[in-house]
């Protein structure tokens, strides 16, 4: 299972070297195959979000029995929460499914590989609240002063005055038509989100990154809280 937080990572090396260092651990296992299909991959989903596309389909593969361990690059990329890391751990245990991180040499169908799992995921968590107190702190501040704080826009808006201190966010238009032909096909038309893809993608509807859209991505956009409630 590969996972990367942001779109950066998700088009640099990340998924890749975290593919390649997967593939040789497996070869170098006696027995163990890695078919393509089962190479799982979500790409620019936060490690706290619980429920993700490539975590989905690859519960499913083991709900059929085609998993019988997982292989991580490490176990944070699972979750940085201990909601989102040991609600989705204890489901693939009840399976009969164990867990490997190869580069922490972790594997669980160890007594001692189950123990070190344990600590991992206590020192991930405090990690992760730590960088998001001093996250908070820093868009606390920036916000008092009258600025956007948090990061890139949200789809549908843009960023006005993005060089000065007092940046606030405005609807972006031509990511509003894209939004709003998502959903005329959806709702207006009854189209799967699978088809309201394909079409957008057709008509050159693209993602703010001039990529198609994938069905993952577009139903992200349109159940995302900015976009629902912004």
Known sequence: MLRVSTRAQATAYGLDAQEEAGRA???NRPGWTLPPDLIF???GVPGTVVDRPGMRELEEAARRGRVDAIV?????RI??????????IWAMEDLGVVFVSVTQDIDTST???RQQLQSHAMTAEAEWNLVRDRTQAGRQ?????????????PWG?????????RSVLVVDDGEVSVVLKAVSLIVD???????????LNHLGLLTRSGRPWTVANLHRRLTSQSLLKG
Do not use: M
Not at 79 to 88: L, M, N, V
Not at 141 to 153: E, V
């Open 25 to 27: 651990y497996v070869s």
């Open 41 to 43: 991959r979500d790409e």
């Open 72 to 76: 991580v690059h490490n176990f944070d």
């Open 79 to 88: 979750g940085r929460t201990g909601e989102a890391f040991w609600t989705w």
């Open 111 to 113: 007594p001692r590989g």
């Open 141 to 153: 501040q920036k916000a008092l002063s009258g600025g956007w704080p948090c990061g890139p826009a």
């Open 157 to 165: 808006y843009a960023i006005e005055g993005r060089d000065r201190r």
């Open 189 to 199: 038309e009854g189209r799967s989100i699978s088809a309201a893809v394909g079409e």
